[in-house]
């Protein structure tokens, strides 16, 4: 369900390192899995995909992985840069033709 | 290309007065549309979402009402604001088949 009550974690991340940000799922009638990013005072923008019957998805400088397994969806950043500094958030699609939304991580990168 | 924009972009307002914030969409015909919620560093709240004019689902019971006058108009209301209305108020739309949600730039309501 939705963590719309919970403060957001929050990963800090040096300038230059990767960053891996982590969503898990419980409901597995999914057929995309979506990450967003959100800067300060902005709407949520889209980053990334990934469908359900695949397990990895490479844009720029972002990798998606999708374990159906363990119900586990995450988002590499290579090369952490300060622009990324946002909150960052998983979704999924359900059976009811919504969109699901995790509670939110928080990256800062350090410079 | 399809756009979303909604206003006022920032909204300082007293206790019990009323709220307007309106969103349209351009470039799209029959969007899903929908307001969402976002308490100072927290996660997304669905307040409402609409199929079609007229057709309105509530996802929280709230002090706050939505309406769909036209295809690409989606409001958001109140008559008697309060405190616990203040937060960051996003629209955003999606194809009738949802993949992804657009976001618009979102509105910052203060209630004081």
């Known amino acids: 369900g939705e963590s719309v009550g919970l403060h957001l974690p929050t990963l800090s991340v040096q300038e230059g390192d990767n960053s891996i940000i982590n969503c898990a799922y419980s409901n597995s009638a999914s057929d995309y899995f979506i990450w967003y990013k959100q800067e300060s005072g902005k709407g949520p923008q889209f980053i990334i995909d990934?469908?359900?019957?695949?397990d990895k998805r490479q844009g720029q400088r972002v990798t998606v992985l999708l374990n159906k397994t363990v119900k586990h969806l995450s988002l590499q950043i290579a090369a952490t840069q300060p622009g990324d500094s946002a909150v960052y958030f998983c979704a999924k699609n359900n059976a009811g033709n919504m969109l699901t939304f995790g509670g939110g991580t928080r990256l800062m990168v350090k410079p | 290309s399809q756009t979303i924009h909604q206003w006022p972009a920032t909204l300082v307002q007293p206790v019990g007065s009323p709220l307007s914030l309106e969103c349209t969409v351009e470039?799209?015909?029959?969007?899903?549309l929908y307001w969402y919620r976002q308490a100072a560093g927290r996660g997304l709240q669905l307040l409402f979402y609409?199929?079609?004019?007229?057709?309105i689902s509530s996802e929280v019971p709230q002090n706050l009402s939505a309406s769909r006058p036209q295809d690409r108009q989606f409001i958001l209301s109140s008559k008697k604001l309060l405190l616990s209305d203040s937060g960051f108020y996003l629209c955003?739309?999606?194809?009738?088949?949802?993949?992804?949600?657009?976001f618009g730039e979102g509105s910052r309501l203060t209630v004081l």
């Open positions: 609409s199929v079609g004019i007229g057709q």
């Open positions: 990934i469908r359900s019957n695949m």
């Open positions: 470039g799209t015909s029959n969007p899903n």
């Open positions: 955003a739309w999606s194809p009738l088949i949802i993949r992804e949600l657009f």
